[in-house]
């Protein structure tokens, strides 16, 4: 079983949509999770960090469920340039990063 | 400042050469990483470095591969003979130490073995 799965979609919305990704993490002694962006044939970037309270930044909110083990990303108003790729990210130890597969996003006009 | 530094940038090679990737941490980073990243297994973490030693190589796939890391800023990713299995991009990321979290990606070097 992989350490972090997420549902690779694609998921294709409309601009102005809300949108939501989840993830689930197999292990329970993950302590810090994120969000990357990837975009095509770049490199993926720090999106956000996912704190237990949840957290908000601008149109983009990050949850985590450590009863349930999974995170989420959720997003407001969504703009054309949020299609990317999303890769779910969990770190246990100083430095076992694992990474989900990614969910593609395409935002449509 | 100078982000993580990866070359080549893209490299076409045949079966059975020797090919060696190169990456320049960010000025003041101690922990390296490489990954490797497939459309079909997304990202992998091959090996990871920190204070210049190798901590965790438990992700290399085989002999073949090999990784060093000379000194504080640079280290390169070696796969000796290559395999048209191994065609994949191969990111180097660094951290800034062993307990922060944000970890930056290079632009990745597009490996393509034929």
């Known amino acids: 079983r992989k350490e972090v799965e997420q549902d690779p979609g694609p998921f294709n919305v409309p601009e102005g949509a809300t949108v939501a990704f989840n993830c689930t993490y197999s292990n329970s002694a993950s302590q810090s999770f994120f969000w990357y962006r990837q975009d095509c044939r770049k490199e993926p970037k720090l999106l956000m960090s996912?704190?237990?309270s949840g957290n908000e930044d601008g149109r983009f909110t990050a949850q985590l469920n450590r009863a349930s083990q999974y995170i989420s990303l959720l997003i407001r108003d969504s703009k054309l340039s949020d299609s990317a790729t999303y890769l779910c990210v969990s770190l246990t130890g100083a430095n076992n990063l694992f990474f989900g597969t990614g969910t593609r996003l395409t935002v449509i006009p | 400042d100078a982000g993580v530094i990866q070359s080549p940038r893209h490299e076409v090679t045949e079966m059975g050469q020797e090919v060696t990737l190169r990456c320049k941490l960010i000025?003041?980073?101690?922990?390296l990483f490489w990954y490797r990243q497939t459309m079909m297994r997304g990202l992998e973490l091959l090996i990871y470095f920190n204070n210049n030693v190798p901590i965790d190589d438990s992700g290399m796939p085989e002999d073949r591969f090999s990784a060093k890391m000379p000194n504080a800023s640079f280290s390169t990713l070696k796969i000796q003979p290559s395999e048209p299995r191994d065609s994949a991009v191969y990111f180097c990321?660094?951290?800034?130490?062993?307990?922060?979290?944000?970890?930056?990606f290079g632009e990745g070097s597009w490996l393509t073995v034929v």
């Open positions: 000025s003041g980073h101690n922990s």
């Open positions: 990321a660094s951290k800034i130490h062993a307990s922060g979290n944000t970890i930056y």
């Open positions: 996912v704190y237990s």
